[in-house]
């Protein structure tokens, strides 16, 4: 089982950055994919990023493709996302999440609480 905790959220104007992390606790950490869901007020929980099991490849939502990036660090137990360029439609609760498979469409197993981000006109 995994524990994950987010942190760095906050209040940003359009076009600045912010740097989300997730702790993650409990057992192989290195054997999880790791993904960033975002959700905003009345919307469904979307998609924003996944890397795989060592970091050696990741894939991106559209929406965020150029300005996100995420990664991680075995050895930290950590998962970031890097968010520039921010845009006011960025704002959302951003929830750090794990799963067992790297593939596209799996089943995340294991959620954080989220962090809020909020991106000011």
């Known amino acids: 089982q995994v524990q994950l905790v987010e942190s760095g959220g906050g209040l940003v104007q359009a076009g600045g950055s912010l740097r989300l992390s997730c702790a993650a606790s409990?057992?192989?950490?290195?054997?999880?994919?790791m993904g960033w869901f975002r959700q905003a007020p009345g919307k469904e929980r979307d998609f924003v990023a996944a890397?795989?099991?060592?970091?050696?490849?990741?894939y991106y939502a559209d929406s965020v493709k150029g300005r996100f990036t995420i990664s991680r660090d075995n050895v930290k137990n950590m998962v970031y996302l890097q968010m520039n360029s921010l845009k006011p439609e960025d704002t959302a609760v951003y929830y750090c999440?794990?799963?067992?498979?790297?593939?596209?469409?799996?089943?995340?197993?294991?959620w954080g609480q989220g962090t809020q981000v909020t991106v000011s006109s």
């Open positions: 890397i795989s099991y060592t970091g050696g490849s990741t």
């Open positions: 409990g057992r192989a950490f290195y054997s999880y994919a």
């Open positions: 999440a794990a799963a067992r498979s790297y593939a596209k469409g799996s089943v995340y197993e294991y």
